[in-house]
T-cell receptor, first 114, second 117 residues
Framework: NAGVMQNPRHLVRRRGQEARLRCSPM?????VYWYRQLPEEGLKFMVY????????ESGMPKERFSAEFPKEGPSILRIQQVVRGDSAAYFC????????????FGPGTRLLVL | AQTVTQSQPEMSVQEAETVTLSCTYD???????LFWYKQPPSRQMILVIR??????QNATENRFSVNFQKAAKSFSLKISDSQLGDAAMYFC??????????????FGKGITLSVRP
């Protein structure tokens, strides 16, 4: 009974490169959320997706960030032309529709921008 | 917009003792969900307990229980018989009752709990 999977667990990029973070939800879950955690901070919502649809992207920076959740395969959070301020832990959570829709989190991807 | 406040940045408890972590929130909704998540040094986010606002009974999960005061918009976590493995950062989170847009979690800044042997 695998939980939410995220890869890579650690990612190092130089300024200007692209970062691609992957998230596979729990089995039976069709909703994916991405959150960002800056050092010594709580998690901040970025985007909420269902298969092939972006439902809420109110927390996504307007530039350089994009997310997708294709019909087949994992959800991907892409950061283009990374800057040092993008260094953070990025968490993916999944839920299934109905009821409290409790979100279960993956282990996170730690992005370090040099 | 909803807000979640955890005003205590750090707390410490003696092993086997009881500790209470505080959380307040602000919302205009009458129905919603509240959560406590634990983040140990591995930084994995682990669900500790969940409370539905329409339920008057406080949620309990083994050594973890909540004191949910809806009128005061307070949602504290009590950890009984504290263990060394309870040492972690604890986040309080709020969620609207909606499906679809606006179903995100809003987190507090967290509290670091240390457990003294």
């Amino acid at each position: 009974n695998a939980g939410v999977m995220q890869n890579p667990r650690h990612l190092v990029r130089r300024r200007g490169q692209e970062a691609r973070l992957r998230c596979s939800p729990m089995k039976g879950h069709s909703h994916v959320y991405w959150y960002r955690q800056l050092p010594e901070e709580g998690l901040k919502f970025m985007v909420y997706l269902q298969k092939e649809n972006i439902i809420d992207e109110s927390g996504m920076p307007k530039e350089r960030f994009s997310a997708e959740f294709p019909k087949e395969g994992p959800s991907i959070l892409r950061i283009q032309q990374v800057v040092r301020g993008d260094s953070a832990a990025y968490f993916c959570a999944s839920s299934q529709p109905g009821g409290p829709e409790t979100q279960y989190f993956g282990p996170g991807t730690r992005l370090l921008v040099l | 917009a909803q807000t979640v406040t955890q005003s205590q940045p750090e707390m410490s408890v003696q092993e086997a003792e009881t500790v209470t972590l505080s959380c307040t929130y602000d919302t205009s909704e009458s129905d919603y969900y509240l959560f406590w998540y634990k983040q140990p040094p591995s930084r994995q986010m682990i669900l500790v307990i969940r409370q539905e606002a329409y339920k008057q009974q406080n949620a309990t999960e083994n050594r973890f229980s909540v004191n949910f005061q809806k009128a005061a918009k307070s949602f504290s976590l009590k950890i009984s018989d504290s263990q060394l493995g309870d040492a972690a950062m604890y986040f309080c989170a709020y969620r609207n009752p909606y499906t679809g847009a606006n179903s995100k979690l809003t987190f507090g800044k967290g509290i670091t709990l240390s457990v003294r042997p």
